[in-house]
Structures are given as C-alpha cells and as structure tokens.
C-alpha cells in the first residue's frame, strides 16, 4: 500500500498477476506499453474517482485488482443525485482527457486509429486511455456510465433504479456476447464479457439493500443472538474491506451501546471505517482516553484525517488542549478530508473551548484556503 496525492492506494496480487498476463499473452513490444498503460490509466481513472468524491467532504481510498480498479468512499453527508454521477463521470473523464492529450502531443489523432498503428506505444496509450475510457461510459452496470444513468432513472423512478438498470445491463451484455460469439472480430472480448457478466450476476444475488453491520449486529442482538451479533462486530471491525462504500449505520444510541458492550478486550481493528464509528461511539459513551488511543493506533494504521479528528475531539473532552490542537494540526496536514475537519471543528462539543484558540483558528483558516486540494 502506498498514499497518492493523500489518498490510500493498495495494489492487489490480482492486478499485478494481470498485468504480468498481459505481457506474456502478447509477448512482444505491444505488450510492456499496453501492461504499462493500463496501470498507469486504471490508477488516474480511479484517482479521478477519489478527488471528485473529496470534493464533497467524504474520505476515499483506492483499490487495484483483477480487470477492475475501485475507489471506495465513506460520505459524511447524503449526497445528491448529481454528486453521486460526477463521482462516476469523473473516472472516465479524466482517463480519457489525458490520454487524448498525451496522444496528440506525440503526434497522433485519438479519433483515428490508423493514426496509431505504426506504433505500439501509441496503439497501447490509445487502447488503454480514449477506447478503455470510452467503454466505461456505456450505459450498463457495473460500468460508470451505468450508475450516471441509475442516477439519471432514479429522478422518475426513486427506490427501482437499480433493479431496472441490473435487468437491462444484464440483458445488453447477454445480447452482447451472442453477438460476439457468432463474429470473429469480436471473440477477443470474451473476458471482458464474462467479467461484466458475472459481475451483473452477483449484483442480482445481493439487491437487498445493504445495511451496515452495526445494524445487522443490532438485528442479530434483538433476537436473542448475542453471539452472533459479536461474531459480525469483529469481524467488520477487523477484516478491511477497501473495495466497498460502507451504509452508514441509523440506529439509536441506546441500540449502540449495547452493541458496543458486546465487544471484547482489547477491541479488535483492521478496518478504517468501522473502527471510526467505534472510536466515535466511545467518545458519546464517555470513554474518552479509550477512544483517545484507539483512534490514535487506528490513525497510525490508515492515516486519515477522520481519525487524528476523532483523537483531537477525545482530547479536547479530556481537557487536554496541547494534544487537541496537535491532533487537529495532523488532521489537516494529513489533508484526506479538509471539508469534513471543517465539519467536525465547527459542530463537535468537545472542540467548543478550541474554537476560538489562535492555533485552531489559524487551521480552520487554512482549510478554507484550500478546502480540497486536487493533484
């Protein structure tokens, strides 16, 4: 794992595997600039994806796999209709944008293939940045261009936007593949339909609307299954999941601290997310030193900003005013979220005899100068 313009970026074994495929399925010049390119443009495409979601104050990280790039998020707010689209037109767009650029400034024309051909620098650049970025944007799940359009259909028909846009895509990529089976020009994107396919496949096996795992712990408690409910905590707080937005949990404080009663000593971690809901529920309960470390190990784990905030707002409740104001110092250095520390100085109760300090002011200042920094 490494950070990018402050944002976590973990590589898996699968992309890498994918990359190397490439390579030696062509075995030839072709195949290092194509293997090249796809890294290359798979992370700028995600990259897109994780600024444009930072815009809005939510805290993204990226994830590099098989076939596929993912840039999960965790919004501090509902976002709109059209945030959620920009977020996914943004991927695309600046894949294609710079590709487009790049191509021109060595002297090729985007839109004409026979402009790249004498070269497989060029062919690679084109296929992996205007075509592959191209692809993205056709209206079908789970592509980009499929959930601009789920956004779009579900301003007629709120709460059916996904089921109707899953059977379409669905039947678009069966219609697809029969086509590209039966012509010879075509055959070669058999994996890529597979992918899209099975990927289709598992969507439709899990259209219950997600729930975070507090309320499934929450559901399993009410039942008498107390066991099992802690069984879920532990494992959400300490198995990472990079590559999915994680619901947001609505229950009620009573129900939380019940759930929270049920968690072993030490409390378990791994997962960034879910280890910030814990740390802030520590705070509600009182806890405060406890959530102080907790959130502290947690930062030290994932740096970001939500989690130096968290420490920041322990201490402050503490009475410890050197460490608040250091921690919220890091908060903004670290930089993965300026809108939401901005958020989170303004409305939290425990910064309320900080807020007028010189050194907070001086933070709060400067992240109204620059609220989102963009690479």
Known sequence: MFRLFGFPVQVRPG??????????????????????????FTLLHELGHAVAARRTGAEARI??????????????????????????????????????AILIALGAN????????????????????????????????????????????????PGRSQRIM?????????????FAFTNDQYRGFAIVIGFLLIT???????????????EDANRALQAGKQRRATRILVSALSQPRPAQTPPIARLQPSEMTDLVALLPDPLPSGDPWNEYILANQLIRLGR??????????????????????????????????????????????????????????????????????????AIRRSLIAAPNPTP
Not at 16 to 32: A, D, K, P, Q, R
Not at 151 to 156: E, H, K, Q
Not at 304 to 333: C, F, H, K, S, Y
Request: charged fraction near 10%; proline fraction near 6%; aromatic fraction near 10%.
């Open 288 to 361: 405060f030193e406890e959530a102080a470390h907790y959130a502290a190990d947690s930062f030290n784990r994932h740096p970001q900003t939500l989690a130096a905030a968290t420490v920041a707002r322990a201490a402050g409740a503490l009475g410890d005013q050197p460490t608040a104001i250091g921690w919220l110092q890091t908060a903004a250095e670290i930089g993965t979220s300026p809108t939401a520390l901005m958020t989170i100085i303004d409305n939290s109760p425990e910064l309320i005899g900080l807020r007028q300090h010189p050194d907070v002011v």
């Open 63 to 100: 994830s590099l796999n098989f076939l596929a790039g993912y840039a999960s998020y965790v919004p501090i707010r509902k976002l709109s209709r059209r945030e959620q689209a920009g977020i996914s037109f943004a991927g695309p767009a600046i894949q294609i944008a710079t590709s487009c």
């Open 15 to 40: 992309f890498v595997m994918f990359m190397v495929l490439i390579v030696v399925l062509y075995g030839n010049e072709f195949g290092v600039w194509l293997a090249g390119s796809l890294a290359a």
């Open 166 to 178: 899953l059977w379409f895509s669905i039947g678009a990529t069966v219609a697809f593949a029969a």
């Open 110 to 157: 985007p839109l004409d293939r026979s402009s790249v051909d004498g070269s497989a620098a060029l062919l690679a650049i084109w296929w992996a940045g205007p075509v592959i970025g191209g692809f993205n944007l056709v209206p079908i799940l789970p592509l980009d261009g499929g959930n601009i359009m789920m956004n779009g259909l579900d301003w007629f028909i």
């Open 200 to 214: 289709q496949l598992q969507m439709l096996g899990s259209m219950k609307a997600a729930t975070s795992p507090w």
